[in-house]
């Protein structure tokens, strides 16, 4: 409700201490993914790079193919990203559709094809 500013005023602060609670909570694995994606994508937005990477990444540790193709996105803007990327990509490319959704994978698919000039 903080991150969207529903019902109540739009505070990321609030949005992030709820997500960490949930996350920390580990009731359900669909409700540690969410958390750590909502995190992740907050603090994305906020212009907190590192700490966005850090969430996404304990999406990817709960195999959520959506995270590794943020991931991926964020390592394509470095220049010294692509090797990174492109392993994300692949891994995304990989997942089962419990993992990934069908729009990741053809955006994974875009994306790589992009990174490798085809």
Known sequence: MYSAGKGVRKDLKKAAYWYRKAFNNRTRLT?????????????KKSGDIRGAIRWFEKARALEDGSACLELAKIYAARKTGRKKAESLLREVLA??????????????????EKLLGN
């Open 31 to 43: 409700g540690l993914t969410s958390a750590a994606m909502n995190l992740a994508i907050d603090l």
């Open 95 to 112: 997942s089962n559709s419990d993992n990934a959704s069908e729009w990741d994978r053809e955006e994974a698919q875009q994306l790589l």
